[in-house]
């Protein structure tokens, strides 16, 4: 069975950090692009940033680092100087496509975990 569970989520507030986790099991990672995307309520799911192909949005790049560790099949998401706007649900997400090919767009992701929540807080 492929899975994938976050952690680290959590409320911080605005200017702190967190670190998010992957764990994958079922699929090794290292043959998939992956990434991390989120969704604030009422809003659509976005991209964060994505791995092995480093692609962050505007709102995070400098800020966030994603990383993957393939001998622990884990994939990471640093976030620091979190703002307000940062608070959302965080999802890992991981497609069958090679990383040069690797696509921006959620919705070419199949592969999803249950997400955790950030929320970030004057």
């Known amino acids: 069975q492929v899975q994938r569970v976050e952690s680290g989520g959590g409320s911080v507030q605005a200017g702190g950090s967190l670190r998010l986790s992957c764990a994958a099991s079922g699929n090794t990672l290292s043959t998939y692009s992956t990434g991390w995307f989120r969704q604030a309520p009422g809003k659509e799911r976005e991209r964060v940033a994505t791995?092995?192909?480093?692609n962050y949005a505007d709102s995070v790049r400098g800020r966030f680092t994603i990383s993957r560790d393939n001998a622990k099949n884990s994939l990471y998401l640093q976030m620091n100087s979190l703002r307000l706007d940062d608070s959302a649900m965080y999802y890992c997400a991981a497609t069958f496509v090679a990383s040069h090919m690797q696509p921006l767009d959620y919705r070419y992701y199949n592969l999803w975990g249950q997400g955790t929540q950030v929320t970030v807080d004057s």
């Open positions: 791995y092995p192909t480093t």
